[in-house]
């Protein structure tokens, strides 16, 4: 089974800071792989999607990720955070026949002044 | 146009009660999810409907039952809720022909008592 593992439960950046979320997949074929962003008391959103095109992905609201398969990483970037980042981010592989997404226990970033 | 709607949005209720949550995408999607996202935020996939066909039943108490009456609905009903039970429960919907994204709703907000 395909899946994937995020480091570190809680990250906390002052605004302006690069935001660093990592994600790291474990996958026998060339995985899709996804990050979602989750506001308080919201559904996910769609940040950004690699498959198996670009290897640096570019996303929505400032946000990008380089697949890199020699060290199985998927991870988030932002150059400069801003207070309104602050929010869950889950990274999630897609797998199976039926195309689920397997999330990872997720990343709560939290953005200070 | 809310592209995945789910009602209700907050349901309160007491142990050993029957509920439904009902889901409706207006997407023309193929494929629908059901995810239980718990208290520490894990996402996990209960249950896929491809075009009315159950195509992912993870493991899951047989107390929840989904239900597609068309490929734009899909319900879920549970019988003798738990206090386990507990948790948000998101619906999603995919176009077909590969592991696109998911399309999430807002969620509902499950509270046994």
């Known amino acids: 089974a395909q899946s994937v593992t995020q480091l570190g439960s809680h990250v906390s950046v002052s605004e302006g800071a690069l935001v660093l979320l990592r994600c790291n997949y474990s996958s026998s074929v060339p995985p899709y792989l996804f990050w979602y962003v989750q506001y308080p008391n919201q559904g996910l959103q769609l940040l950004l999607k690699y498959t198996s095109a670009a290897t640096l992905v570019k996303g929505i609201n400032g946000f990008e990720a380089e697949f890199k398969k020699s060290e199985t990483s998927f991870h988030l970037t932002k150059p400069s955070a801003h207070m309104s980042d602050a929010a869950e981010y889950f990274c999630?592989?897609?797998?199976?026949?039926?195309?689920?997404?397997?999330f990872g226990k997720g990343t709560s970033l939290l953005v200070t002044p | 146009d809310t592209a995945v709607s789910q009602t209700p949005k907050y349901l309160v209720t007491q142990m050993g009660n029957d509920k439904s949550i009902k889901c409706e995408q207006n997407?023309?999607?193929?494929?629908m999810y059901w995810y239980k996202q718990d208290s520490k935020k894990f996402l996990k996939i209960m249950f896929s409907?491809?075009?009315?066909?159950?195509?992912i039943n993870e493991t899951v108490p047989n107390r929840f039952s989904p239900k597609s009456p068309d490929k734009a609905h899909l319900n879920l009903h549970i019988n003798s809720l738990e206090l386990g039970d507990s948790a948000v429960y998101f619906c999603?919907?995919?176009?077909?022909?590969?592991?696109?994204?998911?399309?999430f709703g807002s969620g509902t907000q499950l509270s046994v008592l």
């Open positions: 409907y491809n075009n009315k066909e159950l195509i």
């Open positions: 997407l023309g999607h193929d494929t």
């Open positions: 999603a919907s995919r176009p077909g022909g590969g592991r696109e994204k998911l399309f």
């Open positions: 999630a592989v897609s797998e199976g026949s039926g195309y689920a997404l397997n």
